[in-house]
């Protein structure tokens, strides 16, 4: 009974720890495309050094991950779950790299973004951080339906990904002398793009979490 109860306990940790860093990750985004929109190096400075904690966290679920199987040796849909934590936070580290490179763009930017290139920037991040924080929450509840909208989502985050793009060849048109600047901005929204499909990613192991299948493949 101690040695399930025990087991239990790391289960439950293993969880809030991913939730936390799934947390840190949405709202590492949130904050460098504010540091973007603001032209606010502070901000983008405090993205990149919480990047650092979502690295360690990453080795932390690892470390326990590891530890769960080699040790509790957990079988049928524990083992899934477990798996599937280890491969989750390979992407959401990721999604915090992202927003870290985003703000590494808005440090050598001269001031904050123009309407016309940020309105559509602003609706991709919003998109893919509901996105991310769909995807982690599909995990915790163990709801194979969300997880299933949340990938349905990612043909949203493309349609907005080509309007930022659009916006940026427009801008270019019309002033070819701030291209380096509109290009930054396409950069930011193909991070951004890129921070939708690790939420998909995140939710194709959230099905195989429950059904033992991945991208059609039957694993365990």
């Not at 809030?16 to 973007?36: D, F, K, P, S, Y």
């Not at 690892?62 to 957990?74: F, G």
Request: net charge negative; with cysteine.
């Amino acid at each position: 009974m101690k040695t399930r109860v025990e087991y239990d306990a790391q289960l439950t940790a293993l969880t809030e720890n991913l939730i936390h860093m799934g947390a840190l990750a949405a709202e590492g985004i949130q904050q460098a495309v504010l540091a973007l929109q603001q032209g606010n190096k502070e901000l983008a400075k405090q993205v990149i050094a919480g990047d650092r904690e979502i690295d360690a966290l990453e080795k932390n679920i690892e470390h326990a991950c590891l530890n769960l199987i080699l040790r509790q040796q957990p079988v049928a849909s524990d083992l899934r779950r477990v798996s599937c934590a280890l491969k989750m936070i390979t992407d959401i580290e990721r999604v915090g790299d992202a927003a870290s490179d985003i703000a590494e763009l808005s440090c050598h930017m001269p001031g904050g973004a123009t309407d016309d290139l940020l309105d559509p920037l602003l609706d991709l991040a919003g998109c893919v951080r509901t996105m991310v924080e769909s995807a982690i929450d599909s995990y915790v509840k163990g709801d194979l339906e969300l997880a299933r909208a949340v990938m349905k989502q990612d043909d949203e985050a493309d349609a907005l990904f080509c309007r930022a793009r659009e916006a940026v060849v427009r801008k270019i048109a019309a002033q070819p002398d701030g291209g380096e600047l509109a290009l930054d901005h396409f950069m930011a929204a193909k991070y951004l793009e890129r921070v939708g499909d690790h939420a998909v990613n995140i939710c194709e192991w959230v099905e195989f979490s429950k059904t033992g299948i991945h991208k059609d493949s039957k694993i365990v």
